[in-house]
T-cell receptor, first 111, second 112 residues
Framework: GIQVEQSPPDLILQEGANSTLRCNFSDSVNNLQWFHQNPWGQLINLFYIPSGTKQNGRLSATTVATERYSLLYISSSQTTDSGVYFCAVDNRWAAGNKLTFGGGTRVLVKP | EAQVTQNPRYLITVTGKKLTVTCSQNMNHEYMSWYRQDPGLGLRQIYYSMNVEVTDKGDVPEGYKVSRKEKRNFPLILESPSPNQTSLYFC???????????FGPGTRLTVT
């Protein structure tokens, strides 16, 4: 099956700093999503981005499908950005729209 | 508001006592899935449904049952829960084809 790797696994930021999270995947994809899992365990949809670039406030994402990676940018980080960020993909071999998740990047933003 | 709801959000139960976790979506989505999340193992698909009365096994179906009698509902049934089913469970839905998936708020289940 498709492999999804995220880096770095852990990230500690000072409030106000910028950061880039990376997601590499091993096959072509039809769907790529970024999620934020908050401290209460909820998975929050950030972006649906199988290709191209999108922005939502302080967050933006870019997927380069031909090179099989996606980047999530966090600018002017805030303590509420803490949590785990997941990249998830599916492709034409995935029955039932199964998403394969990366291992996540655990982000801690310090005040 | 477009959403996926799950109930209960938290549940502590004992081995062998049948339970059902409900999932409902209001977006008229064809596809629905159940995932479980465990430390070190990530999120794994349990079962999925591509439409009413169409369900199939995901990666970790053992010990679970599902049904899809109505388009909006996709309950997860544990007929005889065991401690290894202690986990965080998510329901998800999407339109047919490769479209954005929407996740419910999660159900934290503990089986003692």
């Amino acid at each position: 099956g498709i492999q999804v790797e995220q880096s770095p696994p852990d990230l500690i930021l000072q409030e106000g700093a910028n950061s880039t999270l990376r997601c590499n995947f091993s096959d072509s994809v039809n769907n790529l999503q970024w999620f934020h899992q908050n401290p209460w365990g909820q998975l929050i949809n950030l972006f649906y981005i199988p290709s191209g670039t999108k922005q939502n406030g302080r967050l933006s994402a870019t997927t380069v499908a031909t090179e099989r990676y996606s980047l999530l940018y966090i600018s002017s980080s805030q303590t509420t950005d803490s949590g785990v960020y997941f990249c998830a993909v599916d492709n034409r071999w995935a029955a039932g729209n199964k998403l394969t998740f990366g291992g996540g990047t655990r982000v801690l933003v310090k005040p | 508001e477009a959403q996926v709801t799950q109930n209960p959000r938290y549940l502590i139960t004992v081995t062998g006592k049948k339970l059902t976790v409900t999932c409902s979506q209001n977006m008229n989505h064809e596809y629905m899935s159940w995932y479980r999340q465990d430390p070190g193992l990530g999120l794994r698909q349990i079962y999925y449904s591509m439409n009413v009365e169409v369900t199939d096994k995901g990666d970790v179906p053992e010990g679970y049952k599902v049904s899809r009698k109505e388009k909006r509902n996709f309950p997860l049934i544990l007929e005889s829960p065991s401690p290894n089913q202690t986990s965080l469970y998510f329901c998800a839905s999407s339109a047919a084809g490769f479209y954005e998936q929407y996740f419910g708020p999660g159900t934290r289940l503990t089986v003692t």
